[in-house]
């Protein structure tokens, strides 16, 4: 039973994977953004505009809201709920990887990418975070796959144009999850290699009329919607989401020229010393038969999808650690297919890279005291130090075990074991992540809230505001005094804020009841003015009152 194996293996990954997600606590700004996105629409009612905490949203399109309403109407809402999706398309982006890789060089190779793309830290993570970039990545993964199952000389001419329409509906999913760089990736990787190649063949058979066709078939319904519904749309999201974004520092997100490196090395750990495996020149010489011309055209087409999502990101004017994820199951294919004629030595070499870094990290981690600061105490530190010390302890394990597989020239288990053992290593520290992120989550204050509101209380975030309190308040907030990315709907629908910190005060002694989340330097402010407040939550970053 030759699929016995595979299925092992998967069922294997899919239960270390979807383990952990609903154990930790959602964190602001973007696990709530998204997860507040989708809980408006599903409880609103409304499919077609996005409202973030009740206010008009217009920075991104409306699949992955979809997706998350979808997870809580079939889950109840909860923070399993809200991180399913992201975990799944993370997941269902590994299987891509590993099928892909099997097609075009064997089950074998097929096995190793699978484990090599899962472990990558950067798809493991983000993954497993409530963020638009693990779906993003999933249709932009399929549209790289597709495409090199198409050009495969082993698949027949039918079923060459069935992978490439399905390289449109991946296209189209990813522009409706993240906007134009859905078809900016494949399209600029499409230019680069026609020119590295100085062949046009890859244009030739793209399918145009009926892609486009299918491709619009899928996208147009909703811009078109939301556009007729909302005149502001289009500028905001076509020109300021893109252009202005890219172009300037408008969103106040720039870094250095070298801002993606250090990144791309974590990132792609344990496989980071695996990246310098010789990728450009073959380790021994090729024919020029069809299957190396095509072999040699696959290499490149991972190059040039991998390089231009690092160069494109790393001179936008807009930066984010989690935009280069588009280019992790590229490397992930191009570490797997050249470990197909690399030495065990060589192997082994590679793995010194993660060893090195998981003893940095458990060396870093006895020095726990050092990271401590007023917004991060030692008792919220103490937790990831341990976590990182046993993280350590269960990866060289893993290390180990590979390192005497490799020995034996037995490389696929060496790299499921050392893929394995970083995969629950890294799933120790982000669980341990929970004690910190209580500081950024809206949980334990919107706990402490539970018993002073009713349906008619209305609750402030005045100057301050948490992405994820709407999600446990199971509410809206009204914002005092706060604008960030909500300066838009702020500006098309006004009465929904209030502009000033007087107009706060104002409804605070009107209201019977109310409650407000602030900072600290607020709520001193307030207390000085005479505001009366009782303190209900309070911890280094953040207050929360009621109304005595």
């Given at each position: 039973?030759?699929?016995?194996?595979?299925?092992?293996c998967?069922?294997?990954?899919?239960?270390?994977?979807?383990?952990?997600?609903?154990?930790?606590?959602?964190?602001?700004?973007?696990?709530?953004?998204?997860?507040?996105?989708?809980?408006?629409?599903?409880?609103?009612?409304?499919?077609?505009?996005?409202?973030l905490?009740?206010?008009?949203?217009?920075?991104?399109?409306?699949l992955?809201?979809?997706?998350?309403?979808?997870?809580?109407?079939?889950?109840?809402?909860?923070?399993?709920?809200?991180?399913?999706?992201?975990?799944?398309?993370?997941?269902?982006?590994?299987?891509?990887?590993?099928?892909?890789?099997?097609?075009?060089?064997?089950?074998?190779?097929?096995l190793?990418?699978?484990?090599?793309?899962?472990?990558?830290?950067?798809?493991?993570?983000?993954?497993?975070?409530?963020?638009l970039?693990?779906?993003?990545?999933?249709?932009?993964?399929?549209?790289?796959?597709?495409?090199?199952?198409?050009?495969?000389?082993?698949?027949?001419?039918?079923?060459?144009?069935?992978?490439?329409?399905?390289?449109?509906?991946?296209m189209?999913?990813?522009?409706?999850?993240?906007?134009?760089?859905?078809?900016?990736?494949?399209?600029?990787t499409?230019?680069?290699?026609?020119?590295?190649?100085?062949?046009?063949?890859?244009?030739?058979?793209?399918?145009?009329?009926?892609?486009?066709?299918?491709?619009?078939?899928?996208?147009?319904?909703?811009?078109?919607?939301?556009?007729?519904?909302?005149?502001?749309?289009?500028?905001?999201?076509?020109?300021?989401?893109?252009?202005?974004?890219?172009?300037?520092?408008?969103?106040?997100?720039?870094?250095?020229?070298?801002?993606?490196?250090?990144?791309?090395?974590?990132?792609?750990?344990?496989?980071?010393?695996?990246?310098?495996?010789?990728?450009?020149?073959?380790?021994?010489?090729?024919?020029?038969?069809?299957?190396?011309?095509?072999?040699?055209?696959?290499?490149?087409?991972?190059?040039?999808?991998?390089?231009?999502?690092?160069?494109?990101?790393?001179?936008?004017?807009?930066?984010?650690?989690?935009?280069?994820?588009?280019?992790?199951?590229?490397?992930?294919?191009?570490?797997?297919?050249?470990l197909?004629?690399?030495?065990?030595?060589?192997?082994?070499?590679?793995?010194?890279?993660?060893?090195?870094?998981?003893?940095?990290?458990?060396?870093?981690?006895?020095?726990?005291?050092?990271?401590?600061?007023?917004?991060?105490?030692?008792?919220?530190?103490m937790?990831?130090?341990?976590?990182?010390?046993?993280?350590?302890?269960?990866?060289?394990?893993?290390?180990?075990?590979?390192?005497?597989?490799?020995?034996?020239?037995?490389?696929?288990?060496?790299?499921?074991?050392?893929?394995?053992?970083?995969?629950?290593?890294?799933?120790?520290?982000?669980?341990?992540?929970?004690?910190?992120?209580?500081?950024?989550?809206?949980?334990?204050?919107?706990?402490?809230?539970?018993?002073?509101?009713?349906?008619?209380?209305?609750?402030?975030?005045?100057?301050?505001?948490?992405?994820?309190?709407?999600?446990?308040?199971?509410?809206?907030?009204?914002?005092?005094?706060?604008?960030?990315?909500?300066?838009?709907?702020?500006?098309?629908?006004?009465?929904?804020?209030?502009?000033?910190?007087?107009?706060?005060?104002?409804?605070?002694?009107?209201?019977?009841?109310?409650?407000?989340?602030?900072?600290?330097?607020?709520?001193?402010?307030?207390?000085?003015?005479?505001?009366p407040?009782?303190?209900?939550?309070?911890?280094?970053?953040?207050?929360?009152?009621?109304k005595?």
């Amino acid at each position: 039973m030759p699929w016995l194996l595979p299925a092992a293996c998967i069922g294997l990954l899919a239960l270390v994977w979807f383990s952990t997600i609903g154990m930790r606590a959602l964190v602001s700004p973007d696990e709530g953004r998204y997860a507040s996105l989708s809980l408006g629409m599903l409880h609103s009612g409304d499919w077609i505009t996005p409202r973030l905490n009740g206010i008009l949203y217009f920075e991104k399109p409306v699949l992955q809201y979809w997706l998350g309403a979808l997870a809580f109407k079939l889950f109840g809402v909860s923070e399993f709920a809200a991180r399913l999706w992201p975990a799944l398309a993370g997941f269902l982006t590994v299987l891509a990887v590993g099928f892909t890789a099997g097609r075009l060089w064997g089950r074998e190779t097929g096995l190793r990418a699978l484990a090599i793309c899962a472990s990558m830290t950067w798809v493991l993570g983000n993954s497993l975070y409530l963020t638009l970039d693990a779906g993003l990545t999933l249709w932009l993964t399929l549209a790289l796959c597709t495409m090199l199952l198409a050009r495969d000389p082993a698949t027949d001419a039918a079923a060459s144009r069935h992978w490439v329409l399905a390289a449109w509906v991946a296209m189209a999913l990813a522009v409706l999850t993240k906007g134009l760089v859905g078809l900016l990736i494949p399209g600029a990787t499409l230019v680069i290699l026609s020119l590295w190649e100085r062949d046009l063949s890859w244009w030739r058979g793209m399918r145009w009329l009926p892609g486009s066709l299918l491709f619009l078939a899928i996208t147009a319904p909703w811009f078109v919607a939301v556009s007729m519904r909302n005149p502001d749309f289009a500028r905001f999201f076509f020109i300021h989401e893109h252009f202005t974004r890219f172009l300037t520092h408008s969103h106040h997100r720039e870094g250095a020229w070298w801002y993606y490196v250090p990144l791309l090395l974590a990132g792609a750990l344990p496989w980071t010393g695996a990246l310098a495996l010789p990728v450009f020149r073959p380790a021994q010489p090729e024919a020029d038969d069809v299957r190396a011309v095509a072999l040699r055209s696959q290499r490149r087409a991972l190059l040039a999808w991998a390089g231009f999502v690092f160069l494109f990101f790393s001179v936008s004017g807009s930066k984010l650690p989690s935009y280069i994820l588009p280019m992790f199951p590229a490397l992930a294919l191009l570490v797997a297919e050249r470990l197909r004629t690399a030495r065990s030595q060589v192997v082994r070499g590679a793995l010194l890279v993660p060893i090195a870094m998981w003893l940095l990290a458990l060396l870093a981690s006895t020095q726990a005291s050092r990271f401590t600061s007023a917004n991060s105490p030692l008792d919220v530190i103490m937790p990831m130090a341990h976590a990182v010390r046993a993280g350590a302890g269960l990866f060289l394990l893993g290390a180990v075990a590979a390192w005497l597989l490799l020995r034996r020239e037995r490389t696929t288990s060496a790299i499921w074991s050392l893929a394995l053992c970083h995969i629950v290593a890294t799933l120790v520290v982000l669980q341990s992540h929970d004690s910190f992120g209580q500081l950024k989550s809206g949980e334990r204050p919107a706990h402490a809230l539970a018993s002073y509101l009713d349906a008619n209380t209305p609750v402030f975030a005045v100057r301050s505001y948490d992405q994820t309190l709407p999600f446990y308040l199971r509410r809206d907030i009204v914002l005092a005094d706060y604008e960030d990315e909500f300066e838009l709907g702020q500006g098309i629908e006004p009465g929904k804020s209030l502009q000033r910190i007087e107009d706060f005060v104002a409804r605070w002694a009107q209201a019977p009841k109310a409650a407000a989340y602030m900072s600290q330097a607020t709520w001193q402010e307030l207390a000085q003015r005479g505001v009366p407040m009782r303190v209900v939550y309070r911890d280094t970053r953040r207050v929360v009152v009621v109304k005595p």
